[in-house]
């Protein structure tokens, strides 16, 4: 797959429209590789979503290859308020159908679990756990530090943790109804505010989105710096969590120097790009801020002592016994289950899947600078912190590249390219690798505004894998477990 | 660790000072309940309440408790539980799924208490105040003492804010 030609975008072609026959068959391709190792050309689901079209609603599903990138989009419109759930052949559906059912009053027929998911208007009931001497821990939506609300009802049998399971929609904002009908700009301010952490990511796809549709090429600067935004983000809560594992194992020392380290990532985004998060600083065309010659080469000076300050870090964690023996075989994940879930980002990679947007499905300025993707296989909370710190690393390197490149032969040049003006129904997607692992967007433009858009969060993979690798661990281990996952809440609530 | 510890010592204290107040926290603070924060004394404790954020104003939340901020050298402690709570920190632009819940947090604390409304979400509503979904911000659900707008508030700005209510 390495060094293969770039796959044609998603484009305005896109989606086929498949009748339910097709959309069966699409659903139960999927199933197949679930269970075997993955064929070459073997499709994988990316996401599953409805939106309305002029005679009704239509559902959609995005896959991809399973070591590929290439995006293909087929659609059904549904009949009589439902179609054929894909989720009954593919687990990794389920929690997004159920989100679908909820927000497009469709009914997906044959789901497995079509309890509602961001309704809490209507009843629900946590899924049963019988058996002599167990009880249950509700926990949320307010948890005891300052994170996402979301609720989690523990079954436990002592301090063993039986069934977990994970209730969101807490955040449910209504993001994707407020974008229909606005311009690209206005939906893009949106798309950034999904999910905080990964302000940048999702402003990226959204824009990629939208510059597929209308077959806009971005300046090669622009991409350029894109690019040292998003592994800004990446090094900024990569290095956060890392301190936050070893906090949620009793290590504030960690903690205390990551924090630090942090705080100077986001001081140097806001010098370079006047924003700490760099929020609303990706705009479909280009970017919004430029970046002086004076901050790059500030930034490119400070990078080395970066990587000197986590790197003691990462020594000090490897050398800890009493950390090693909290984080070693804690919330272990299968890499059987981790494909089977669709699991991308650490969370995936840790799990033995070797998955990367950047890499399988290259987009500027990647095609030319590709950072070292890491690998590992035993899926438990050491190898999502390994992960990290080997991410840590790759991002450095490829920030101090970009900047070269900023500095060097793209040094002059436009930042925003003009959206086209044009009437025409157009149709784009595409899938950016964001801190936390690939982010999909979808978008229909009807002339200058935006007729609907859809954002899958790499969450909705991980949800799933963290309820199933909690089984058996101490309920003492949940919040180090769940620290090393760091799934999303708003980013599926939407 | 050792030589990690032994050059934490030496190497002095990363904590910068506090930030300066500026006018616009002043006029803010001077409409608080002053009788109330006395009853207070010199120390806060504080809840925070994600009422359907987009975890922006949480990232920034939690860099006041590293070193650089060390938001507890202020005597502003961010608590577990809103029966501990002076102040309720209330970021994102209230959900209808988080409503319930906020408003059960605040009703567990004890009195005295304040809310405080974080972000341009919190204030009121933000780029969220004209979806159905959502109330329109904190002072939908809650009678709010201060507002700390921004997308998000830097950290110096969420402490300017939290100092001015020590008074």
């Known amino acids: 797959m390495i060094g293969s030609p770039m796959p044609p975008p998603c484009s305005a072609d896109a989606p086929v429209m498949v009748d339910a026959a097709g959309w069966r068959a699409a659903g139960a391709a999927l199933a197949a590789g679930a269970d075997a190792a993955l064929a070459a050309g073997q499709r994988v689901l990316v996401a599953v979503w409805a939106a309305p079209d002029d005679a009704g609603t239509r559902v959609h599903l995005a896959t991809r290859r399973a070591d590929g990138g290439d995006l293909a989009v087929i659609a059904l419109r549904a009949e009589d308020g439902s179609y054929p759930s894909i989720g009954r052949h593919h687990p990794g559906a389920i929690l997004m159908e159920r989100a679908l059912q909820d927000a497009s009053g469709l009914r997906a027929e044959g789901l497995p679990d079509p309890r509602p998911w961001l309704d809490h208007e209507r009843d629900f009931a946590f899924l049963p756990a019988e058996g002599e001497g167990l009880h249950r821990i509700p926990v949320g939506p307010i948890h005891a530090g300052t994170i996402e609300p979301g609720h989690f009802r523990f079954t436990v049998n002592g301090e063993t943790i039986v069934r977990l399971e994970a209730r969101l929609g807490y955040t449910h904002k209504g993001t994707l109804g407020l974008m229909r009908g606005t311009t690209p700009d206005a939906a893009s301010r949106l798309a950034g505010r999904v999910s905080g952490d990964s302000t940048v990511a999702y402003a990226w796809a959204f824009a990629r989105a939208v510059e597929a549709a209308r077959e806009l090429a971005v300046p090669r600067r622009a991409s350029a710096l894109r690019g040292v935004m998003a592994e800004l983000e990446r090094l900024a809560n990569h290095a956060g969590d890392f301190g936050a594992i070893c906090n949620d194992a009793g290590f504030p020392l960690i903690n205390a120097h990551a924090g630090a380290l942090r705080e100077t990532i986001l001081r140097q985004a806001e010098a370079c790009f006047g924003h700490r998060l760099m929020m609303d600083r990706i705009v479909p065309g280009g970017v919004a801020a430029d970046l002086a010659p004076a901050s790059a080469a500030s930034l490119r000076a400070e990078l080395p002592s970066w990587l000197a300050r986590f790197e003691r870090l990462v020594d000090l964690y490897g050398k800890t016994a009493s950390l090693q023996d909290r984080v070693v075989g804690a919330g272990r994940l299968a890499p059987d289950l981790a494909r089977r879930l669709g699991c991308g980002g650490y969370v995936g990679r840790a799990a033995g899947q070797d998955f990367d947007a950047r890499r399988n499905a290259p987009y500027p300025p990647y095609d030319r600078r590709m950072p070292d993707i890491p690998v590992l296989a035993s899926g438990d909370v050491d190898a999502r912190a390994r992960i990290r710190s080997a991410e840590i690393r790759a991002s450095v390197a490829l920030i101090g590249d970009l900047l070269g490149d900023l500095m060097g032969d793209l040094a002059a040049g436009d930042i925003r390219a003009p959206l086209p003006e044009s009437e025409a129904e157009a149709f784009g997607c595409a899938l950016v690798e964001g801190f936390r692992g690939d982010v999909f967007a979808a978008v229909r433009l009807r002339g200058a505004v935006v007729a609907d858009a859809f954002l899958r969060d790499p969450s909705w993979f991980l949800w799933p894998a963290l309820e199933a690798v909690i089984e058996g661990n101490i309920v003492a281990d949940f919040p180090l477990c769940n620290k090393s996952f760091n799934a999303a809440y708003s980013g599926c609530d939407l | ?167």
């Open chain 2, 1 to 167: 660790m050792r030589r990690t510890l032994f050059e934490s010592l030496h190497r002095g204290t990363l904590t910068e000072p506090a930030p300066p107040r500026d006018a616009e926290t002043a006029a803010l603070v001077a409409e608080l309940d002053r009788a109330a924060l006395r009853r207070l004394g010199r120390s806060l404790a504080i809840r925070a309440v994600d009422a359907g954020s987009c975890n922006g104003c949480e990232l920034e939340i939690i860099a006041l408790g590293n070193v650089l901020y060390d938001l507890e050298r202020f005597g502003l402690k961010l608590v577990a539980s809103p029966r501990h709570a002076d102040v309720l920190l209330v970021t994102g632009p209230m959900t209808r799924n988080m409503s319930a819940a906020t408003r059960l947090a605040y009703e567990a604390m004890p009195a005295p208490k304040f809310v405080v409304a974080v972000g341009d979400c919190g204030r009121d509503g933000g780029v969220f105040a004209a979806s159905p979904h959502c109330l329109g911000g904190t002072a939908a659900v809650l009678p709010v003492t201060l507002t700390i707008p921004g997308c998000p508030p830097a950290p110096a700005a969420l402490l300017r804010g939290l100092i001015g209510l020590l008074g």
